[in-house]
């Protein structure tokens, strides 16, 4: 059974850093390409960004929104992926989903974890 | 405001046929890039509905129906029923913006 389990949400300042976590299990990790989706408090979803396999070179891409600020890495050994998030703005509290991407489309999706930006 | 655009809420009643849209532009849609849908349940995290403007994942029931045409998709639900009440959202790829792109989302009440 594919699983997604994000963790590291919190409560942090604006201006500070949070990593998020997103540990896989029930599939080969490294064959896919994983995404994160984020969605405001009673707002729709909103893209974050996306890394590669490695087989696809391993790259990453990211909405303008959050680019230059956030960045996701994954550690195949272990099966996790990342989500660095700096500089972080009250408008960046959400709850944070972690995706398996299949195709163009996101087939699995985690619980979710809440990063709350606030002074 | 959204790139893809949605119909805020829709409605009717146990066993009726609703339908919701979903219009994008000549950069996502229009492009040729394939619509996808999710539905969430209230508290729940998103799950896949509609993949490839059409297509059903295992286990969807067949009253669920996804269709594209131009820029428009729509998703179609038949024989309603309560526990269809959720938000449903579509989702593209728009070259313009580089990136995943989703509608506003429509919030489905079972009248």
């Known amino acids: 059974e594919v699983q997604l389990v994000e963790s590291g949400g919190d409560l942090v300042h604006p201006g500070r850093s949070l990593r998020l976590s997103c540990t896989a299990s029930g599939f080969t990790f490294n064959y896919y390409a994983l995404s994160w989706v984020r969605q405001a408090p009673g707002k729709g979803l ?9 087989a696809y070179g391993g790259a990453s891409e990211y909405a303008a929104s ?13 099966s996790i992926a990342y989500l660095q998030m700096n500089s972080l703005k009250p408008e960046d509290t959400a709850v944070y989903y972690c995706t398996r991407v299949g195709g163009s489309y996101y087939n699995y999706w985690g619980q979710g974890t809440l990063v709350t930006v606030s002074p | 405001q959204s790139v893809l655009t949605q119909p805020p809420s829709v409605s009717g009643a146990p066993g009726q046929r609703v339908t919701i849209s979903c219009t ?8 040729g890039y394939d619509v996808h ?10 799950k896949l509905l509609i993949y490839g403007n059409g297509n059903r994942p295992s286990g969807v ?6 269709s594209k ?8 639900i038949t024989g309603l029923q309560a526990e269809d009440e959720a938000d449903y959202y579509c989702q593209s790829y728009d070259n313009s913006l580089s990136g995943s792109i989703f509608g506003g989302g429509t919030k489905l009440t079972v009248l």
């Open chain 1, 46 to 54: 909103e893209w974050v960004g996306l890394i590669r396999s490695k």
């Open chain 1, 66 to 78: 959050v680019k230059g600020r956030f960045s996701i890495s994954r550690d195949d050994s272990e």
């Open chain 2, 24 to 31: 994008g532009s000549s950069s996502n849609t229009g492009a």
């Open chain 2, 37 to 46: 849908w999710y539905q969430q349940l209230p508290g729940r995290a998103p």
């Open chain 2, 61 to 66: 029931p067949d009253r669920f129906s996804g």
């Open chain 2, 69 to 76: 045409s131009g820029t428009s998709a729509s998703l179609a």
